[in-house]
């Protein structure tokens, strides 16, 4: 299933196997790339094909300089349900009860969601249904999250004996502890007005619409200088690990070798002379 806003862009797919459809769908435009997870019929979830092909978009992305920023979205009403638990339970059967897939499956994710963070653009999740488990671990990984209305949020594994250890990693960094551990204990499902309340997702939009206004979001920010995004986003990430001395420091020494890069001149020189920038991607 293709994206209507996307006909015309250029798509590339990440194949699971070559005799089925893609479980992740990719069309660029105007220095927008958008991901579509595509497993409606199954609710998205997160299984191994899809994890890997999520990687290998990240890896791809990460090389390609004509991407200044990233929508994640899903096909069908939900926007994915977390780890396939069939594909996981079918290797309880293993020698080790499973112990080496499960393991895999978990490094595989956490590098998936981590890559989220490293690429170098701004990565924007696209809600318009349902997110669980390793789906709402996904929208918490991404940088900014637009949500419909009529999204809904849960960490629900309590609910069958498995808490949420790996989504509560990215939980845990976009919400106060309070909100992260009240979500993960009682598993309940929360709307998207609390999502966006506990600052789960950035922004809200009508029913339906929340693709539009993710595009919309991500074109603005593609507008900008993509070396400039890059920077920005990194420096971002590396201080929020840092105590106040340690990230003043080292903002200041972001914001200097931003002050000597060609961007930055442009763009100052431009303010100053009240005209349009042209940045050095484009």
Same mark, same amino acid.
């Given at each position: 299933m293709e994206n209507a806003a996307y006909r015309n862009g250029r798509r590339k797919t990440m194949p699971e196997d070559p005799n089925d459809t893609p479980p992740v769908t990719r069309a660029d435009r105007d220095g927008v790339a958008l991901l579509t997870l595509d497993r409606p019929e199954r609710r998205n979830p997160m299984s191994e094909a899809t994890l890997r092909a999520?990687? !290998?978009?990240?890896?791809?992305?990460?090389?390609? @300089?004509?991407?200044?920023?990233?929508? =994640?979205?899903?096909?069908?009403?939900?926007?994915?349900?977390?780890?396939?638990?069939?594909?996981m339970s079918a290797h309880r059967g293993d020698a080790d009860r499973?112990? !080496?897939?499960?393991?895999?499956?978990?490094?595989?994710?956490?590098? *998936?969601?981590?890559?989220?963070?490293?690429?170098?653009?701004?990565?924007?999740?696209?809600?318009?249904?349902?997110?669980?488990? !390793?789906?709402?671990?996904?929208?918490?990984?991404?940088?900014?999250?637009?949500?419909? @209305?009529?999204?809904?949020?849960?960490?629900?594994?309590?609910? =069958?004996?498995?808490?949420?250890?790996?989504?509560? *990693?990215?939980?845990?960094?976009?919400?106060?502890? @309070?909100?992260?551990?009240?979500?993960l204990l009682t598993g309940d499902m929360i709307p998207a007005e609390e999502a966006y309340r506990i600052g789960l997702v950035s922004h809200l939009a009508?029913?339906?619409?929340?693709?539009?206004?993710?595009?919309?979001?991500?074109?603005? =920010?593609?507008?900008?200088?993509?070396?400039?995004?890059?920077?920005? @986003?990194?420096?971002?990430?590396?201080?929020?690990?840092?105590?106040?001395?340690?990230a003043y420091r080292q903002s200041s020494a972001v914001m200097v070798e931003n002050m000597l890069a060609p961007d930055a001149e442009e763009g100052i020189g431009a303010f100053l002379e009240k005209r349009p920038p042209r940045w050095s991607d484009r």
């Open positions: 999520l990687d !290998a978009q990240f890896t791809a992305l990460a090389a390609d @300089k004509s991407i200044r920023t990233v929508v =994640i979205a899903a096909s069908g009403r939900v926007f994915s349900a977390g780890h396939d638990l069939k594909e499973g112990r !080496a897939y499960f393991t895999e499956i978990m490094a595989l994710c956490s590098k *998936v969601m981590m890559g989220v963070t490293a690429l170098p653009q701004p990565v924007i999740a696209s809600v318009e249904g349902i997110a669980t488990a !390793a789906g709402c671990q996904l929208v918490a990984s991404c940088d900014l999250a637009v949500a419909s @209305k009529s999204a809904k949020f849960c960490t629900p594994g309590v609910d =069958i004996g498995l808490f949420c250890a790996t989504p509560m *990693v990215a939980l845990s960094r976009s919400v106060g502890r @309070k909100q992260a551990l009240a979500m009508e029913p339906g619409e929340a693709l539009g206004a993710a595009m919309t979001l991500a074109e603005r =920010i593609a507008s900008k200088s993509g070396p400039v995004l890059a920077l920005g @986003k990194k420096a971002f990430y590396a201080q929020l690990g840092s105590d106040l001395e340690a």
